[in-house]
């Protein structure tokens, strides 16, 4: 008898500890419905080899990222030529800089360079997969993840991905969206990239909530020049639609993030909310034109360029939320009072309240995220953002 309701014991913890390692929660905001998965059993893979071919192939899945899956050596190296520029030589900086992997090198002279070979070459990813870590050890080291060709209902959710070159611009980017659709990056954190730790473009990255993850700029190699990372995310595809909720951003010197380009006939609407913005050695947004951002209860700690100059002239549309007053005037157009953005220790704050904005933001109500009090989000932010916290 007893050894029986021990066994049901032990059975019942054992189902609780598989069941534990799924995805947690749903994506809300832009990404709402998007399932991965589903109700796909969780596998965890047990070679490189299968690891790639289950998050490439057609069949939906849940893949438990329970450990760190190095890249690094596995597709060997290559020797070449790099582009050196000041944004290498960091003259007067406090770190040094990186070298660019090009053809050309106009402004700059050639030196000696060897790159992995693992970093510029992503991972495909396949429709209808949930890549979950599990715990606080899931880790892509030296490899990250495109969506493209049509890959849609992804979620990508507690994995570290890391190391990517990052001594070399284009050395790789961890996350690429281009030619897809419902995306949930959430509680993921990404460091130590060659290039961007998002990238969307040329292709349309369709409906993407990117929630809850922690963008670690900490480097040796800054084109900043100063230990802090300068390519952040670079969202610029073809009619894109994010909602940006929940991420700390910090130590980097740029491009955290840049939205919008004038090469394309690009849309993007962008919700940005609750966001932590810490020690930005450079600018946090830096916005193009055929865009539409929207920015409530976000958090500037320590930023030198909340805002570039560049975003003021380049026919971006921005309503920031600067004031209680642009809080209120929100509500005739999205039936609720905006939260304003708060600065601590930070460069100016310009006031851009484009009418536009909320008129477009007003067609697409229902996946307008929830705000938390802007006054709370270091703390909650610090807490909740990243790898191993669910
Ligand atoms: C993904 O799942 C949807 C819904 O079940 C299905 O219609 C679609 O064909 C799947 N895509 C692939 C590539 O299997």
Request: proline share 3%; glycine share 12%.
């Amino acid at each position: 008898m007893k050894k029986t309701a021990l066994y049901s014991l032990f059975t019942y913890l054992l189902h609780l500890a598989t069941t534990k390692a799924q995805v947690v929660g749903t994506p809300s905001g832009f990404a709402a419905g998007t399932t991965g998965g589903g109700d796909a059993e969780p596998q965890t893979p047990s070679s490189l080899e299968e690891l790639v071919s289950w998050i490439s192939d057609d069949t939906p899945r849940t893949i438990l990222i329970d450990r760190e899956w190095n890249f690094i050596g596995t597709e060997g190296e290559t020797s070449t030529q790099c582009c050196s520029t000041a944004t290498t030589t960091c003259e007067g900086g406090t770190s040094a800089g990186q070298a660019w992997i090009q053809d050309t090198c106009d402004d700059g002279t050639w030196v000696e360079c060897t790159y992995d070979n693992a970093g510029p070459s992503p991972m495909q990813v396949g429709s209808n997969k949930s890549i979950v870590g599990v715990g606080d050890a899931g880790v892509l080291r030296g490899k990250g993840l495109r969506l493209s060709e049509g890959t849609n209902n992804v979620i990508i959710q507690n994995i570290h991905i890391t190391e990517l070159n990052p001594q070399y611009v284009w050395g790789g980017d961890a996350i690429t969206l281009d030619g897809c659709d419902g995306v949930w990056i959430d509680h993921n954190k990404f460091s130590l990239a060659g290039r961007q730790f998002i990238v969307s473009g040329w292709g349309a990255a369709g409906h993407v909530t990117i929630s809850n993850n922690e963008f670690d700029g900490v480097t040796e190699w800054s084109a900043g020049c100063n230990g802090k990372h300068y390519w952040t995310l670079l969202l610029i595809g073809e009619e894109d639609w994010y909602t940006f909720q929940g991420n700390w951003l910090h130590d980097l010197s740029g491009r955290a993030p840049h939205l919008g380009t004038a090469n394309t006939d690009s849309k993007i609407l962008f919700h940005g909310v609750n966001n932590y913005f810490q020690d930005i050695g450079g600018h946090a947004f830096d916005i193009d034109t055929n865009t539409y951002v929207l920015l409530e209860g976000n958090y500037f700690d320590t930023v030198d360029t909340p805002i570039t100059d560049a975003t003021l002239t380049s026919g971006a549309l921005v309503y920031d939320t600067p004031t209680v007053d642009a809080a209120s005037a929100c509500s005739a157009s999205l039936g609720y009072i905006c939260e304003w953005n708060q600065l601590a220790g930070s460069g100016t704050f310009p006031e851009l309240t484009e009418q536009a904005v909320l008129d477009e933001f007003a067609q697409v109500k229902d996946s307008l995220v929830e705000h938390d009090g802007v006054g709370d989000v270091a703390t909650n932010v610090v807490a909740n953002a990243g790898v191993g916290k669910i």
